[in-house]
């Protein structure tokens, strides 16, 4: 792991969550720029002192020469330095698991796909609220035809912890260490990786209007947007962290030809379907409607609550799997690994970058990416 030390907070959930179901280990970290500081948290989670590391770079010599080399690296730091440690870690021969946004910079985004590419290395983003056994059961309906054809998608992520001027985590509001975007690359990149996971279809223009609400934000703390979709579709996506009363108020519905949808982070193990002229069913996590399609995904029995821990946990037990079934030789499985990628990182910051233009224009619709990035996601989805 290279930052999550002590006084972070999502260092602790990868680590909860990689260890839940007995796949992974930590092993060795540069969790803080002090090497004092990283002991300290090393000690914190018994690990050895001599893999306790305050240079990533140095980790990355290190551990690279061992017999017992790490698997993957989680990298938990803040925006601004994803990029350069993901880069130094896949030169290096390692899979990365990437904290979101993959980059503060669109092009160097694409640069890492490209390098996982040639690397053939595994790379996973930490879009972890596409775990959850009700989100991924909705993916199934949509992509068996049970809501026919996708038509509307309202998708929202609003919080609080902006309301007022100032933020427990200063450096969210740093263009120099967050990235040019504030709400909209923190939490608005779920909602925009959440339509498309559900959706199974990518989002081709936004018309967004950005704004700081707050009084001395610097960043925006408030997004209101349009969404076109590949094939037509439409869509809302709304995202603050200015809305006093929501805690993490991430949610999305989708109505089809056939039927709509509905889901809600919060109480993450019910999903509302709507049959077309027919009573609306509330699907339980584990009921029986619903336990076959997801029995991979559980861990309890209905009616005790899973939650966000355990949706991490589901991303890292199938990035354990496939990188196993890479080293057996073994092809993925014919429905396809369900963990974010480097391409789903990549088309995040795309999003971004297209909201930030969209709305310095008037909010006109913006196309996602330059035609180089739009084709590289063409050829990973083809591929």
Request: with cysteine; net charge negative.
């Amino acid at each position: 792991m290279v930052g999550g030390g002590r006084g972070g907070y999502i260092g602790a959930i990868h680590r909860a969550a990689a260890i839940l179901d007995g796949h992974w280990e930590l092993v060795a970290g540069a969790l803080s720029r002090s090497l004092e500081r990283s002991r300290v948290s090393a000690a914190d989670w018994h690990l050895d002192g001599d893999r306790a590391y305050s240079d990533f770079r140095r980790m990355a010599e290190i551990e690279s020469g061992r017999p017992d080399r790490p698997d993957a690296i989680v990298v938990c730091t803040t925006n601004e330095t994803h990029f350069d440690v993901a880069t130094v870690f896949l030169d290096a021969g390692f899979n990365v698991i990437c904290e979101k946004p993959l980059a503060i910079r669109r092009e160097e985004a694409w640069s890492l796909v490209d390098l996982a590419k040639r690397k053939q290395a595994i790379f996973a983003v930490g879009h972890c609220y596409s775990g959850y056994p009700m989100v991924r059961l909705a993916k199934g309906m949509i992509a068996s035809g049970e809501l026919g054809e996708v038509r509307s998608v309202i998708v929202e992520y609003a919080s609080q912890y902006g309301a007022e001027r100032g933020y427990s985590m200063p450096w969210l509001d740093d263009p120099e260490r967050s990235g040019p975007s504030g709400v909209l690359a923190g939490t608005g990149t779920h909602a925009h990786h959440l339509c498309e996971f559900v959706t199974g279809l990518r989002v081709e223009e936004v018309s967004a209007d950005l704004a700081a609400l707050v009084p001395g934000h610097v960043l925006e703390d408030h997004a209101t947007m349009h969404l076109r979709f590949v094939n037509g579709a439409r869509g809302l996506l709304w995202n603050t962290s200015i809305a006093v009363g929501n805690e993490n108020g991430l949610s999305i519905r989708v109505f089809g030809s056939q039927g709509g949808l509905r889901w809600h982070q919060e109480n993450p193990n019910i999903l509302e379907f709507s049959p077309l002229n027919r009573a609306k069913r509330t699907l339980t996590r584990g009921g029986f409607d619903t336990s076959a399609a997801n029995k991979d995904w559980e861990r309890v029995p209905y009616g005790h609550p899973e939650g966000y821990q355990e949706a991490y946990a589901n991303l890292y037990t199938e990035i354990a799997e496939a990188i196993l079934d890479r080293e057996a030789g073994k092809p993925a499985p014919a429905e396809g690994y369900l963990f974010p990628t480097v391409t789903d990182g990549a088309r995040g910051v795309d999003f971004v970058f297209a909201a930030l233009e969209s709305s310095s224009n008037n909010a006109a619709f913006t196309k996602l990416g330059p035609p180089q990035a739009k084709a590289a996601t063409d050829r990973e989805i083809s591929a």
